[in-house]
């Protein structure tokens, strides 16, 4: 199914817990990215890395953090410091060649 | 950085209708236009997207077109069916070079579009 996953689909967390989200792709993606969608805002960039063991903060990554171990995989952490972290969470993958971002299904979360 | 406006917010029109939403950006070093529709419930995809050597760009019943004096641009959905109604995402970003646009994107806001039967 597009060869980019997110899991797990639903995820419900108390708040003061750290929580990962993980993304695995098998396209061959060099780039890959965590956006953040809530309602009215469009889709706003968290993290972005566009080769292994490399990445940049995007518009908000306050409260946020990532790891890219492998080309495969992008996981992003939810930490405490992150004050509304309730919201629908999208992983995008893309090629250096292409002219076109893949995304995931997303994983929403709820804290409460 | 870039900053992106889209609007409007929500839009609902008459099957065979046609439907336009506008974006303004700020940047103007960006280069590539995409737009992404989302389904409700599903991840959003790309529909079409426009370099900024072009002015116009048509796909069967979707077209785009680029303002880059005024640094803007629009998407034009014409004859709509239900089956167009979804959130469309415009975005911008300055990376388009050697045929690809490899790079970080920013999205406006999203249009809900409702097209009724």
């Known amino acids: 199914d597009g060869g980019i996953t997110q899991s797990p689909k639903y995820l419900f967390r108390k708040e003061g817990q750290n929580v990962t989200l993980s993304c695995e792709q098998n396209l061959n993606h060099d780039a890959m990215y965590w956006y953040r969608q809530d309602p009215g805002q469009g889709l706003r960039l968290i993290y972005y890395s566009q080769i292994v063991n490399d990445f940049q903060k995007g518009d908000i990554a306050e409260g946020y953090s990532v790891s890219r171990e492998k080309k495969e995989s992008f996981p992003l952490t939810v930490t405490s410091a992150q004050k509304n972290p309730t919201a629908f969470y999208l992983c995008?993958?893309?090629?250096?060649?292409?002219?076109?971002?893949?995304f995931g299904p997303g994983t929403r979360l709820t804290v409460t | 950085g870039e900053n992106v406006e889209q609007h409007p917010s929500t839009l609902s029109v008459q099957e065979g209708d046609s439907a336009v939403i506008k974006c303004t950006y700020s940047?103007?070093?960006?280069?590539?236009f995409p737009w992404y529709k989302q389904e409700l419930g599903k991840r959003p995809q790309l529909i079409i997207d426009?370099?900024?050597?072009?002015g116009e760009k048509k796909d069967q019943r979707i077209a785009v077109t680029l303002n880059k004096t005024a640094k803007h641009f629009s998407l034009h959905i014409t004859e709509t069916q239900p089956e167009d109604s979804a959130v469309y995402f415009c975005a911008a970003s300055n990376s388009y070079a050697g045929g690809t646009s490899y790079g970080k994107l920013t999205f406006g806001q999203g249009t809900i579009l409702t097209v009724h039967p």
């Open positions: 426009i370099r900024s050597n072009v």
């Open positions: 995008a993958s893309e090629s250096r060649t292409g002219t076109e971002q893949y």
């Open positions: 940047d103007s070093a960006s280069n590539y």
